[in-house]
């Protein structure tokens, strides 16, 4: 086993090449020091075995105001990018009790009824935004139309957004400050115009809706508040947190669901011919490209051994889970870890969606999206196909989000048969 370097690996805040650099941190051991973005240091867990070990162990805290001396100490950047991450008060940043009151109320509206009793209105948005892509590609005068724009990051948005009750008319306002809330090469100023953007946006919200509840997640929000169990902070914390973990996810994983398979005609005609499950094609792009590639942060509360790596980890160290790392070991996926293969033996025993106590309550709804939307795009535009060569797709600037800025395609085909 290579010893971990002593030289931290700085992680690229532009996520040029997020495979490229874990690939580089595997070969540095289960665990690498690394600095993040903004020049903290932490270690990126890339081991699957490690990550699901510190996922489930009960002296792993995410609440960096109980268990982060860098935070406690004032020692961080001011306006660092990632502050956001750390400072939001919600489930994702609670640990022991304070996870378990956080999680109670949100779990209602993902359980497994509830998520199929919103099939109906996923196939209507899909049908809806599909013929919104062909008017587009009628209207473009060149007919190439972003793929990611009208329809990956869309159908999660539209999802996501009427889940927590947004009105129509907040919309697009929510979902231009979701696009850059998560990009990790911001500047202080950025981060924090962002930063008030959201408040403002939150305090608009949660006026319109206690004015009119609704059967939403920010009313059931709201009703906890007034039982007196989420204080202030943690209900717009709470909303922001649940739009951007239902929507740049999903989109990131339809971004490469159509991605590879538009890059690999022999995988979309076996799921397209029904050789394979669309379910197998949803698996195998979550593990093939995380769409959380790197999950910031987790903290050990005393010093802890892991006895099958050798490895240890202070107490208050920051670790960051490597999800993308994960889902391409070689020693659980085979050499060819790296290629996109839907008939793949290993493609469930994937981590993209967590471990153990902050397992993702969306991960139902997203399969859910994926088995809808893909079916229906290809089947509606058989000759769909990428306008740009494929290393001409430009990553999100994000350690964070593992997608694509735009994807650019033309539909091809007789475009009276589109709609
Ligand atoms: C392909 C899509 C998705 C992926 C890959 C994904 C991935 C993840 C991951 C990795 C975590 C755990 C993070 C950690 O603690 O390390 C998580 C948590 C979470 N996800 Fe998802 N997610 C997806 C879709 C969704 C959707 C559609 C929703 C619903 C709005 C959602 C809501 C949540 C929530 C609320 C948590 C926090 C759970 C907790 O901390 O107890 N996710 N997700």
Redesign the pocket.
């Known amino acids: 086993m290579p010893l971990p370097s002593r030289c931290p690996f700085p992680l690229d805040s532009g996520a040029a090449d997020i495979h490229g650099e874990t690939a580089a941190l595997r070969v540095l051991g289960p665990a690498a020091r690394v600095v993040l973005p903004g020049g903290v240091p932490a270690w990126s867990v890339t081991d699957p075995g490690l990550v699901r070990r510190l996922l489930v162990h009960p002296r792993v805290s995410?609440d960096a105001r109980l268990h982060w001396p860098a935070y406690l100490d004032g020692d961080l950047p001011s306006g660092w990018p990632l502050q956001i991450w750390i400072e939001i008060r919600t489930?994702?940043t609670a640990y022991g009790p304070d996870r378990r009151r956080l999680?109670r109320p949100?779990v209602p509206a993902f359980t497994a009824r509830r998520v199929r009793d919103l099939a109906p209105r996923i196939e209507e948005t899909v049908s809806e935004l599909l013929d919104r892509l062909a008017e587009a590609a009628r209207a473009a005068p060149d007919g190439i139309v972003d793929l990611r724009a009208h329809f990956a990051a869309r159908l999660?948005w539209l999802t996501?957004a009427a889940?927590v009750g947004l009105p129509e008319t907040m919309y697009d306002g929510f979902q231009a400050v979701n696009d850059s809330v998560f990009e990790t090469n911001l500047s202080a100023a950025q981060a924090a115009a962002i930063t008030a953007e959201v408040a403002r946006l939150c305090d608009d919200l949660i006026a319109v809706k206690t004015e009119h509840p609704g059967d939403d997640l920010a009313t059931t929000l709201l009703d906890t508040h007034r039982e007196g169990l989420l204080s202030d902070q943690e209900v717009p914390d709470s909303i922001l947190?649940?739009l951007g973990?239902?929507y740049g996810?999903?989109a990131c994983?339809l971004d490469h669901a159509v991605v590879n398979l538009l890059t690999h005609p022999d995988q979309l005609e076996l799921a397209v011919s029904g050789r394979v499950g669309w379910e197998q094609v949803v698996e195998e792009t979550?593990r093939h490209q995380a769409?959380?590639a790197n999950?910031i942060l987790r903290f050990p509360t005393e010093d802890l051994h892991d006895e099958t790596t050798g490895m240890t980890f202070a107490r208050g160290d920051a670790l960051v889970?490597n999800?993308a790392a994960a889902g391409r070991d070689p020693a659980v996926h085979g050499a060819d870890a790296g290629r996109f293969d839907v008939t793949r033996a290993t493609t469930r025993d994937h981590l993209?969606?967590?471990h153990g106590?902050?397992y993702?309550?969306?991960?139902e709804?997203?399969r859910l999206e994926g088995r809808i939307a893909l079916p229906a795009l290809f089947s509606r535009f058989p000759g769909l196909d990428l306008a740009v060569a494929p290393d001409r797709l430009t990553p999100l600037p994000s350690i964070i989000f593992n997608g694509h800025r735009e994807i650019p395609v033309r539909l091809e085909g007789n475009p009276d048969t589109w709609a």
């Open positions: 995410k489930v994702q999680r949100l999660p996501v889940l947190m649940l973990a239902g996810t999903t994983m979550l769409p959380v999950f889970i999800y993209a969606f967590g106590a902050h993702c309550l969306g991960a709804l997203a």
